[in-house]
């Protein structure tokens, strides 16, 4: 290929609103036949609020929130930031957590008030001995919302519900790349319901569910069995490895013009439909060399 081209390319790019790395994935771009997509913060905008409180029997939707709010001040993850918020917009004060160890992609532990808290995925909490009830998991993920229990000493005390709306053009974009041939497959550490319910939203019908963040690199690599260029959307947080594992890599959701250490192409309009422009340009860049 010719090094001006894709020189040329990698400037319209930039104009927009691609920052190209390395310029090779510009070459790369239209030979992907697999798109994965991470889905929290990449289809979603990354911004989770907490959409419901169910206490259990014998809780309140205040004491639920109390003592999962004082948990998550402990967590970096974006749905503690939520959980946080919410108990602050109850006017709830929180108590201090101490003993925090975080579980990646699951969930986390403490101690509160002397109890042994613990809260995430309702499989994390079956793992450390609560059951939390089928019926109140089924109703929430049905509504696309991420899961988030309270255990309390051992005993179920509530589950929370998490929303995260769609970014408004993920529809469009996966229409766009579906249309330009791709696969594309969601990868989410969410519950399987949760997952099905947002792939639905989108237009997406083949979606991981339940994938550690370990796993999402294992997931790029095994859809690329038998030679399949594949390409990982993320937003770089915690996708590093996925990102790194693909053939071509993509970031969005940093916002302003910073592009990401991990990512082949900073996506700085926070659209994914700038993955479908990409292949476009480098259709366009590789039809001008030929
Ligand atoms: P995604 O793959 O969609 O970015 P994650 O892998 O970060 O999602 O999280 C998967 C699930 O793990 C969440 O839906 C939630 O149930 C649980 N989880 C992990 N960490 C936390 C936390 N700090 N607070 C609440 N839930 C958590
Ligand atoms: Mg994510």
Same mark, same amino acid.
């Given at each position: 290929?010719?090094?001006?081209?894709?020189?040329? @390319? !990698? @400037?319209?790019?930039?104009?927009?609103?691609? $920052? +190209?790395?390395?310029?090779?994935?510009?070459?790369? %771009? =239209?030979?992907?036949?697999?798109?994965?997509?991470?889905?929290?913060?990449?289809?979603? &905008?990354?911004?989770?609020?907490? #959409?419901?409180? &169910?206490?259990?029997?014998?809780?309140? &939707?205040?004491?639920? $929130? &109390?003592?999962?709010?004082?948990?998550?001040?402990?967590? *970096?993850?974006?749905?503690?930031?939520?959980?946080?918020? =919410?108990?602050?917009?109850?006017?709830? !004060?929180?108590?201090?957590?101490?003993?925090?160890?975080?579980?990646?992609?699951?969930?986390?532990?403490?101690?509160?008030?002397?109890?042994?808290?613990?809260?995430?995925?309702?499989?994390?909490?079956?793992?450390?001995?609560?059951?939390?009830?089928? =019926?109140? +998991?089924?109703?929430? #993920? #049905? *509504?696309?919302?991420?899961?988030?229990?309270?255990?309390?000493?051992?005993?179920?005390?509530?589950?929370?519900?998490?929303?995260?709306? $769609?970014?408004?053009?993920?529809?469009?974009?996966?229409?766009?790349?579906?249309?330009? /041939?791709?696969?594309?497959?969601?990868?989410?550490?969410?519950?399987?319901?949760?997952?099905? *319910?947002?792939?639905?939203?989108?237009?997406?019908?083949?979606?991981?569910?339940?994938?550690?963040?370990?796993?999402?690199?294992?997931?790029?690599?095994?859809?690329?069995?038998?030679?399949?260029?594949? /390409?990982?959307?993320?937003? /770089?947080?915690?996708?590093?490895?996925?990102?790194?594992? *693909?053939?071509?890599?993509? %970031?969005? @959701?940093? @916002?302003?013009?910073?592009?990401?250490?991990?990512?082949?192409?900073?996506?700085?309009?926070?659209?994914?439909?700038?993955?479908?422009?990409?292949?476009?340009?480098?259709? %366009?860049?590789?039809?001008?060399?030929?």
């Amino acid at each position: 290929a010719t090094p001006t081209a894709i020189m040329v @390319g !990698t @400037g319209q790019g930039a104009r927009a609103g691609m $920052l +190209v790395k390395n310029a090779e994935a510009l070459e790369l %771009a =239209e030979k992907l036949r697999v798109l994965a997509v991470d889905k929290t913060g990449t289809l979603t &905008r990354g911004e989770p609020a907490v #959409a419901e409180v &169910r206490p259990a029997p014998g809780w309140s &939707r205040e004491e639920v $929130l &109390r003592l999962a709010g004082a948990l998550e001040q402990g967590s *970096a993850h974006p749905i503690a930031r939520a959980v946080v918020d =919410e108990a602050h917009h109850a006017g709830l !004060t929180l108590p201090a957590v101490d003993a925090v160890r975080s579980h990646g992609g699951k969930g986390i532990e403490g101690r509160v008030e002397g109890r042994a808290l613990v809260l995430g995925a309702p499989a994390f909490l079956a793992e450390q001995g609560v059951a939390v009830p089928a =019926e109140a +998991v089924a109703e929430l #993920a #049905a *509504a696309g919302q991420s899961l988030v229990a309270v255990g309390v000493d051992g005993a179920y005390a509530g589950l929370l519900g998490v929303a995260d709306p $769609l970014r408004e053009d993920s529809p469009r974009a996966v229409a766009r790349l579906h249309a330009l /041939g791709l696969r594309v497959v969601m990868l989410t550490g969410d519950h399987e319901v949760t997952a099905a *319910a947002i792939a639905r939203q989108v237009g997406i019908d083949e979606y991981r569910a339940g994938v550690l963040p370990d796993g999402k690199a294992e997931a790029v690599k095994a859809l690329g069995a038998g030679g399949l260029r594949v /390409g990982m959307a993320g937003d /770089g947080i915690n996708d590093a490895p996925a990102l790194a594992a *693909a053939d071509v890599s993509f %970031a969005i @959701g940093v @916002g302003a013009d910073v592009a990401v250490e991990a990512a082949d192409i900073t996506l700085v309009r926070n659209s994914l439909e700038g993955v479908a422009d990409a292949i476009d340009l480098s259709r %366009a860049t590789l039809a001008k060399i030929r």
